[in-house]
């Protein structure tokens, strides 16, 4: 190709256009949440067993034991309560947990459930041992959720047959199972539901190096070929989260298939992320947003996170559940009592100068 870094070639226009169509807009390439055709591309990445799982070492560990010491009662281990934000590997855990007992698993999520039947026909065809996944669990409503109570506690459930004063609950038995659940919003289960699992782990975002090591073991399943700067150019720019790391590894394969000679480097890697919109920390169009809206629509914060959602047209859960984290855990937003306020790092990061009264508040590390 004799064409300039600027120049398409009208073939990789074309497939562009058709790449541009299936997968939606182009920010979709930081999403943290994964739609139908993502979530079959990531079954072929997903770790099977607890060995190949990386990071979140403490979880792992305490995993491993509980495991362990329900294979040898020869007992279905307790209830376990998985948090955190999307992409950072509950349902894989869940997936794990099963394969580790040797037990069916059952998928399931709380917008499914929509009524507490739905859940009744699940449950009462469990056979003994089966895990249950109930992601987003945190979205259960509240009928499924009593059932869910008795359930977790008793193996057992309360069939209602009939309607108004003449109703009657019949109990029913279940096999002992156990159940995983997944929430981005631990804060939104009600005591009673969080209280009935013997085991709760929050899932942290993961540090570079051990996204360095998820993309390499991802690039040999894909058989993409991949230098050490290559890798670590990906795992800084993944926002901590493996769903990215692996989404934008597949993008730069693209580039380097494309445009180079297959090879990703650090510079193949950084002119394909560069070309997706993918800033150096990592963040995607909607945490620039959300960032971009505190400091210059709200001079800096404190701002309430109703106001920020309007003024960003986004949903406040979306906002809080999605972008939120990341930004403060990069250190670019804190959360005040009084709203979210931008840091020094925040201003900066959009290349603007805080002003002198947060520039002299001490931080962390002072
Ligand atoms: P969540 O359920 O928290 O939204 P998933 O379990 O679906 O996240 O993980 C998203 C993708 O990231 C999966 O395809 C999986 O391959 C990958 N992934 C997540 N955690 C890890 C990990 N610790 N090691 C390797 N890959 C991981």
Same mark, same amino acid.
């Given at each position: 190709?004799?064409?300039?870094?600027?120049?398409?070639?009208?073939?990789?226009?074309?497939?562009?256009?058709?790449?541009?169509?299936?997968?939606?807009?182009?920010?979709?390439?930081?999403?943290?949440?994964?739609?139908?055709?993502?979530?079959?591309?990531?079954?072929?990445?997903?770790?099977?067993?607890?060995?190949?799982?990386?990071?979140?070492?403490?979880?792992?560990?305490?995993?491993?034991?509980?495991?362990?010491?329900?294979?040898?009662?020869?007992?279905?281990?307790?209830?376990?309560?998985?948090?955190?934000?999307?992409?950072?590997?509950?349902?894989?855990?869940?997936?794990?947990?099963?394969?580790?007992?040797?037990?069916?698993?059952?998928?399931?999520?709380?917008?499914?459930?929509?009524?507490?039947?739905?859940?009744?026909?699940?449950?009462?065809?469990?056979?003994?041992?089966?895990?249950?996944?109930?992601?987003?669990?945190?979205?259960?409503?509240?009928?499924?959720?009593?059932?869910?109570?008795?359930?977790?506690?008793?193996?057992?459930?309360?069939?209602?047959?009939?309607?108004?004063?003449?109703?009657?609950?019949?109990?029913?038995?279940?096999?002992?199972?156990?159940?995983?659940?997944?929430?981005?919003?631990?804060?939104?289960?009600?005591?009673?539901?969080?209280?009935?699992?013997?085991?709760?782990?929050?899932?942290?975002?993961?540090?570079?190096?051990?996204?360095?090591?998820?993309?390499?073991?991802?690039?040999?399943?894909?058989?993409?070929?991949?230098?050490?700067?290559?890798?670590?150019?990906?795992?800084?720019?993944?926002?901590?989260?493996?769903?990215?790391?692996?989404?934008?590894?597949?993008?730069?394969?693209?580039?380097?298939?494309?445009?180079?000679?297959?090879?990703?480097?650090?510079?193949?890697?950084?002119?394909?992320?560069?070309?997706?919109?993918? @800033?150096?920390?990592?963040? @995607?169009?909607?945490?620039?947003?959300?960032?971009?809206?505190?400091?210059?629509?709200?001079?800096?914060?404190?701002?309430?996170?109703?106001?920020?959602?309007?003024?960003?047209?986004?949903?406040?859960?979306?906002?809080?559940?999605?972008?939120?984290?990341?930004?403060?855990?990069?250190?670019?937003?804190?959360?005040?009592?009084?709203?979210?306020?931008?840091?020094?790092?925040?201003?900066?990061?959009?290349?603007?100068?805080?002003?002198?009264?947060?520039?002299?508040?001490?931080?962390?590390?002072?």
């Amino acid at each position: 190709m004799t064409e300039g870094p600027d120049a398409l070639t009208r073939a990789e226009e074309a497939e562009l256009a058709t790449r541009r169509q299936a997968r939606g807009p182009a920010d979709d390439t930081m999403s943290a949440l994964a739609d139908a055709d993502e979530r079959a591309i990531e079954s072929a990445l997903r770790p099977k067993r607890l060995t190949e799982f990386t990071g979140q070492a403490r979880v792992r560990e305490q995993l491993s034991l509980i495991l362990t010491s329900a294979l040898r009662r020869g007992r279905p281990p307790d209830h376990l309560l998985l948090s955190g934000p999307p992409g950072l590997g509950k349902t894989t855990i869940a997936m794990i947990v099963a394969a580790e007992l040797g037990a069916p698993l059952r998928i399931t999520s709380g917008p499914a459930i929509e009524r507490s039947g739905d859940l009744a026909a699940i449950l009462s065809t469990l056979s003994e041992g089966e895990v249950v996944f109930i992601d987003e669990i945190h979205r259960l409503a509240r009928p499924a959720e009593e059932m869910l109570y008795l359930a977790m506690e008793d193996f057992r459930v309360d069939v209602v047959i009939g309607k108004g004063p003449g109703a009657t609950a019949i109990p029913l038995e279940i096999a002992p199972f156990t159940l995983v659940g997944a929430t981005t919003r631990a804060g939104l289960l009600p005591a009673p539901l969080r209280d009935r699992f013997g085991f709760t782990a929050h899932l942290d975002f993961y540090a570079p190096d051990e996204l360095e090591h998820i993309i390499r073991r991802s690039a040999g399943l894909l058989g993409v070929t991949l230098t050490d700067e290559g890798a670590t150019e990906l795992s800084t720019r993944s926002r901590g989260t493996p769903r990215i790391a692996n989404r934008l590894l597949r993008r730069v394969r693209d580039y380097a298939e494309v445009r180079a000679d297959g090879v990703v480097t650090r510079e193949v890697a950084r002119i394909a992320l560069e070309l997706y919109e993918v @800033d150096a920390r990592g963040l @995607d169009r909607l945490d620039r947003g959300v960032l971009d809206a505190v400091v210059r629509r709200f001079g800096g914060g404190p701002v309430g996170l109703s106001t920020l959602a309007v003024a960003l047209g986004e949903e406040a859960e979306t906002v809080e559940v999605v972008a939120e984290p990341f930004l403060v855990r990069c250190g670019l937003l804190t959360r005040t009592p009084r709203g979210r306020v931008a840091t020094a790092a925040g201003w900066a990061h959009l290349g603007l100068t805080p002003p002198p009264s947060l520039a002299e508040l001490p931080t962390l590390f002072d």
